[in-house]
T-cell receptor, first 113, second 112 residues
């Protein structure tokens, strides 16, 4: 079966712009989580969506937002980009219940210049 | 904050067993131990998880101590492709609190 698909794979934006990243989970997975990975901070949890509702949120400013659609696809948006937002953004999906592992996508590498 | 402690890095000779330790002394009764690994610039890959019994799959074995305060991931015959950062995570398997808090992980170097 198809894995978690993230688009685009690479992105270059200018400070002050906004960006939207997309994530398509594995078919049947209704939970989608987003993570930011930087060399200095490692993997940090952004937020998690389940059935179009945000269930959990990490410690990020309001410039970071997300949403989930009825088909479980998810998008995250970062407004007013800063140089420090340059990172690998990872999406993961999982089964709705039970002790299942997450499946991660390959990520979107965002560079802010 | 992450609830696990792992060594920053480890070396292992190719073909030997790689044993990666993890301490999770504050683990709760309903928390599972999960292991993931991340090969450079790819998304983390699920390896194995367990609650209290030892587990084995095609990738690795997971040994959890009886008091559940620590565990060891075993890669039985390490290859160069096993070079990666390995993350040990504790997580409640519930659909109401579904997030993973990653620590810094262990950078495993497989030596030829």
């Amino acid at each position: 079966k198809a894995g978690v698909t993230q688009t685009p794979r690479y992105l270059i934006k200018t400070r002050g712009q906004q960006v939207t990243l997309s994530c398509s989970p594995i078919s049947g997975h209704r939970s989608v989580s987003w993570y930011q990975q930087t060399p200095g901070q490692g993997l940090q949890f952004l937020f998690e969506y389940f059935s179009e509702t945000q269930r959990n949120k990490g410690n990020f400013p309001g410039r970071f937002s997300g949403r989930q659609f009825s088909n479980s696809r998810s998008e995250m948006n970062v407004s007013t980009l800063e140089l420090g937002d340059s990172a690998l953004y990872l999406c993961a999906s999982s089964q709705p219940t039970g002790a299942y592992g997450y499946t991660f996508g390959s990520g979107t590498r965002l560079t802010v210049v | 904050d992450a609830k696990t402690t792992q060594p920053t890095s480890m070396d292992c000779a190719e073909g030997r067993a790689a044993n990666l330790p993890c301490n999770h002394s504050t683990i709760s009764g309903n928390e599972y131990v999960y292991w993931y690994r991340q090969i450079h610039s790819q998304g983390p890959q699920y390896i194995i998880h367990g609650l209290k019994n030892n587990e084995t799959n095609e990738m690795a074995s997971l040994i959890i101590t009886e008091d559940r305060k620590s565990s060891t991931l075993i890669l039985p015959h390490a290859t160069l492709r096993d070079t990666a950062v390995y993350y040990c995570i504790v997580r409640v398997a519930s659909n109401r609190d579904d997030k993973i808090i990653f620590g810094k992980g262990t950078r495993l170097h497989i030596l030829p």
